[in-house]
């Protein structure tokens, strides 16, 4: 079975209330968050299969690294109510782990209870492991650093994209100290 076509089954398990969703790399750490008020599995969709995103028209993310979708449905709430939630996850989950969402709030913890998280896995589990050997991920990911250097050269270069660069610099670290069999240190606090 193709990608596209296991990709396509994968997200129909994936639910398409309205609230928040997480875009994950291959290591199951986010790197994208975002809401939908028009359904969570159709908005993923878009993100997954077209430049109709700006995240993805911008380069700031690159589809093949993204593995796994996490859904905080939240049918009866309102628009507010789920920007809310969507600041505070957005805050939480870039303290831990940069995102490449353009505006990273301080949120403050909602007040709504934050709902169950779903999962769904969207690569084959062969293929992720695959896609995990730095032989591969390392070249496609400085490949992607490139391409989004030279958007911001020629296209586009404002706050949003250069936070992306920089989430993206930080990632390639990681990906080239597995390549090295190194670790990678922590950067001073300044």
């Not at 596209?4 to 750490?29: E, F, M, P, S, W």
Request: net charge neutral.
């Amino acid at each position: 079975m193709s990608f596209q076509k296991y990709r396509k089954q994968q997200l129909r398990l994936l639910t398409n209330h309205i609230g928040v969703y997480a875009l994950c790399d291959l290591d199951k750490v986010p790197i994208y968050i975002g809401k939908s008020l028009d359904g969570i599995r159709t908005r993923v969709a878009r993100h997954l299969t077209s430049a109709r995103s700006d995240v993805i028209a911008n380069r700031q993310l690159d589809v093949w690294e993204i593995a796994y979708v996490w859904a905080w449905p939240a049918p009866l709430e309102t628009k507010e109510t789920i920007t809310n939630l969507e600041e505070f996850l957005i805050s939480h989950h870039h303290s831990q782990s940069p995102l490449v969402n353009g505006k990273i709030p301080n949120a403050l913890e909602p007040e709504v209870i934050i709902p169950a998280r779903e999962e769904v896995i969207i690569l084959p589990e062969d293929e992720i492991i695959k896609r995990k050997d730095p032989l591969l991920r390392l070249p496609r990911q400085i490949n992607h650093f490139s391409n989004l250097f030279s958007h911001a050269l020629e296209v586009k270069d404002n706050a949003d994209v250069r936070r992306a660069l920089e989430t993206h610099f930080s990632r390639l670290k990681i990906y080239y100290a597995g390549f090295m069999g190194t670790q990678v240190e922590a950067e001073p606090d300044v």
